[in-house]
């Protein structure tokens, strides 16, 4: 079974602090998303990577960057955290760059910042 | 920008009750996805469609595509507690590289 794992559950930060949110997965799947969760708004992607060092822009990147110098792991920074980055972040991973391939996703980071 | 419109936001039902969720677009996907997610957990994938008029089934849950390929609904006959989530519906847009875009999701509750 695809496993995708997730630094924390929970994660308090005050704001302007540097924020790093870490993502594993263990299938040597090619593509990675960070999507955050807000009620109503379903998921947003943030960055998606579909290789080691390679990234792209998702639909809500500002105040975001992301790392991946693995395959099997793709980190997420939030270089100033702000009050309006409280929210669940996703982390997931798929096989290949077909779209009908399954995101699996890891359990979920729930960050708020104070 | 491509959108995916899900409807009702919030559902909430009794046990044995049949439902129906929709999620429509303006714009055509190549195949679309739903995807369930349980309280503290990642959405877990229910089911691909790939063709226009597809029609798939998951035990009580029957799936469609639109025959545009725009839109899709998922149907529960006879709902139980356990059918209790998020329901999220995402479309792969062509040439996207498998990125996705997400409705905003249908939180439904079943009552026993």
């Known amino acids: 079974d695809v496993k995708v794992t997730q630094s924390s559950r929970y994660l308090v930060k005050r704001t302007g602090e540097k924020v790093f949110l870490e993502c594993v997965q263990d299938m040597d799947h090619e593509n990675m998303f960070w999507y955050r969760q807000d009620p109503g708004l379903g998921l947003r992607l943030i960055y998606f990577s579909y290789d080691v060092k390679m990234k792209e822009k998702g639909d809500i990147p500002e105040g975001y960057s992301v790392s991946r110098e693995k395959k099997e792991r793709f980190s997420l920074i939030l270089e100033s955290a702000s009050t309006n980055q409280t929210s669940m972040y996703l982390c997931?991973?798929?096989?290949?760059?077909?779209?009908?391939?399954?995101?699996?996703f890891g359990p979920g980071t729930r960050l708020t910042v104070l | 920008t491509q959108l995916l419109e899900q409807s009702p936001q919030f559902l909430s039902i009794q046990e044995g009750e049949n439902l129906t969720v929709y999620c429509n677009s303006s714009s055509v996907f190549s195949s679309l996805q739903w995807y369930r997610q349980e309280p503290g957990e990642g959405p877990v994938l229910l089911v691909t469609?790939?063709?226009?008029?597809e029609v798939k089934k998951l035990k009580r849950l029957t799936f469609q595509f639109g025959d545009a390929r725009k839109d899709s609904s998922l149907h529960i006959t006879a709902a139980q507690p356990g059918d209790t989530g998020l329901y999220l519906c995402a479309g792969d847009p062509y040439n996207q590289g498998g990125k996705l875009i997400f409705g905003q999701g249908t939180e439904l509750s079943v009552k026993p």
């Open positions: 469609v790939v063709t226009g008029g």
């Open positions: 997931a991973s798929s096989f290949s760059r077909g779209g009908t391939d399954t995101q699996y």
